[in-house]
């Protein structure tokens, strides 16, 4: 329980570390690859994040999906990797190889797909080395580059408002 307690505390200290030295780099490259975070606990039929990619033309082999999900036990999704509370040591630290990795991976577009206030979540978002990041509304606007208001449920218009405004941004490829 006093680890949990560490572990949480040290989560939150990166996390705000992370934001403070956050520097925004905004290019003009176009899209090519996205990853994607979303929580497992609150809804488990995301099919329309491939449709979404689809229609952002993006490869299916550039498209990388983690899910989190609060229980402990191993659970099998049709996503890349599945996340818990048991990737991360007492110190905060990532101990999961393939989590690792995608924080390592500079995407051009991080989509952050969750509504919840969990620090894990968060964390990934904020330590993903992502060119450009966006979600759902969150309460911390230091996470994102760009903020779609939308709710959780109502994903036809969180797909039509990402792609209005990649379009403004001339992010998507012809």
């Not at 110190?91 to 206030?117: C, H, M, P, W």
């Not at 911390?140 to 709710?151: F, G, M, Q, S, Y």
């Amino acid at each position: 329980m006093i680890l949990k307690g560490f572990k949480e505390k040290s989560i939150k200290k990166q996390l705000s570390s992370f934001l403070k030295n956050r520097q925004l780099k905004f290019s003009d490259k176009k899209i090519e690859s996205v990853g994607i975070i979303l929580s497992a606990d609150e809804e488990n039929d995301f099919e329309f994040l491939k449709t979404l990619a689809t229609r952002l033309k993006i490869s299916p082999n550039k498209l990388k999906i983690i899910a989190y999900t609060s229980s402990k036990k191993e659970m099998t999704y049709a996503w890349d990797v599945c996340f818990n509370p048991n990737d991360f040591t007492w110190n905060g630290r990532v101990k999961n190889a393939e989590l690792q990795t995608f924080i390592n991976t500079e995407f051009d577009l991080l989509i952050s797909y969750y509504s919840t206030d969990v620090t894990t979540l968060k964390y990934i978002t904020a330590a993903s080395k992502s060119v450009f990041k966006t979600s759902i509304f969150q309460n911390d606007k230091r996470l994102n580059d760009l903020i779609i208001n939308t709710d959780l449920q109502n994903v036809e218009a969180f797909k039509n408002e990402l792609y209005k405004y990649l379009t403004v941004l001339n992010k998507i490829k012809e």
